[in-house]
């Protein structure tokens, strides 16, 4: 605490990012980053952009990236926001979408927003910073989102698909009816796909970037549902900082409105090369990511034999435990042995660590280790 922070500052409870170790000594699965490179046109790319223009702002409305992503995703420019890592995309559109006055609400008090109980961990920290009451929703039993339980009267609704950290999907059709039932009360309805591209058989043939269970071929007939995209995961580009938001083209002025009160260059000149390059590239990042799924689906198994719980993962990480282990003690156990995973031990998820998916050298690796890990724990 200092004297010197106002009361926004001295209530925040920031998000603690996974560690980025400098040595890289260790085998790496503690942030979802994808194992396998950029394609080498995205490196060319934002090679070409470093170079005198950096003197020139870049383009305030990233329109070439924005013309490549709704080329590659078939909707419209003006459905299209980019920003600073889908954290930036989200941030704005918590400002713009939910707490007072949401749905054009007259009400004094602002109707909560709704997200799971079990989720990623940033959203808390958005509704916290702009004043946003909410409720999280527990999740089933066998850590499920139960659509249901998110139709009722509220401030609009937010969630990962696939969930994170749990790495369990739903269908787009189990989520449509409550982006109806939202859009009823003119409700906004956020998707996250930030781990869409890894879920059912991975990217749709032909469409490259799109996972089988995106909700963008219906933004068209649902005005009020806004989908989060980012290149950290599928495009290996975690470095790069590059996120997006496809829906409505009034959903995108929100955002668009937040943005410019702000600041205005959010995605500097070597960010708008490397999306615009990434989306010319859809084949490679369908190759990997099948590659991180056959990897998912060959060491899931293992994990379960070695006597780890693992749940159904749809993502490019696996969420598993060990009877009678903390997370925390996963986390020491696997660090010990020089591989990083990550943990949080709360409520239901005490136990849980979720390990990313790495390359199978790495994997297997990680799968020595967790026997060791397992024996000394019988
Ligand atoms: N959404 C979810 C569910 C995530 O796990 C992450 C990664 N931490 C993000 C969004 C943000 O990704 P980025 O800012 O790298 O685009």
């Not at 490679?284 to 991180?292: M, P, S």
Request: glycine share 10%; hydrophobic share 40%; net charge neutral.
């Amino acid at each position: 605490m200092s004297v010197y922070w106002n009361s926004r500052v001295r209530k925040l409870d920031p998000y603690i990012p996974g560690e980025q170790p400098r040595d890289r000594k260790f085998i790496k699965l503690n942030t979802n980053e994808n194992p396998y490179p950029p394609p080498p046109g995205v490196v060319e790319a934002i090679r070409k952009a470093a170079g005198e223009a950096l003197r020139l702002y870049p383009d305030p409305s990233c329109l070439e990236p924005r013309l490549a992503i709704a080329e590659r995703y078939g909707v419209r420019p003006g459905q299209v926001f980019i920003g600073n890592g889908s954290d930036e995309v989200l941030a704005f559109a918590f400002a713009a979408f939910f707490g007072k006055g949401a749905g054009g609400s007259m009400d004094k008090a602002a109707p909560p927003l709704l997200f799971p109980d079990i989720t990623y961990s940033f959203y808390p920290v958005y509704a916290a910073l702009w004043d946003i009451p909410f409720i999280t929703v527990p999740l089933s039993e066998n850590f499920t989102i139960s659509i249901n339980d998110y139709c009722t009267n509220s401030g609009g609704a937010v969630f990962p698909n696939p969930n994170a950290p749990t790495g369990i999907a739903l269908k787009a059709e189990e989520i449509l009816p409550l982006a109806e039932y939202q859009g009823r009360n003119n409700r906004v309805l956020i998707v996250d796909e930030a781990y869409g591209a890894f879920a059912g058989t991975g990217p749709l043939p032909g469409e490259g970037l799109l996972g089988a269970e995106s909700l963008v071929p219906y933004i068209g007939g649902h005005p009020n549902m806004l989908t989060v995209h980012t290149l950290s995961k599928m495009a290996s580009l975690a470095g790069l900082r590059a996120g997006f938001a496809i829906g409505n083209e009034a959903l995108i002025e929100g955002l668009c409105r937040v943005r410019d009160s702000f600041n205005s260059y959010p995605v500097d000149r070597l960010a708008q090369a490397g999306i615009s390059a990434a989306m010319a590239d859809a084949g490679y990042y369908a190759g990997t990511a099948r590659k991180v799924i056959a990897t998912r689906e060959r060491v899931a198994p293992l994990l379960r034999e070695a006597g780890f719980e693992a749940l159904p993962s749809a993502a490019n990480f696996i969420f598993i435990r060990r009877p009678g282990k903390t997370g925390a003690e996963l986390f020491a156990a696997f660090r010990e042995r020089g591989i990083l995973v990550r943990q949080w031990d709360r409520g239901r998820i005490t136990g849980f660590a979720r390990v990313s998916i790495g390359t199978d050298a790495e994997m297997d690796e990680f799968l020595s280790a967790a026997r060791q890990i397992a024996g000394a724990g019988k």
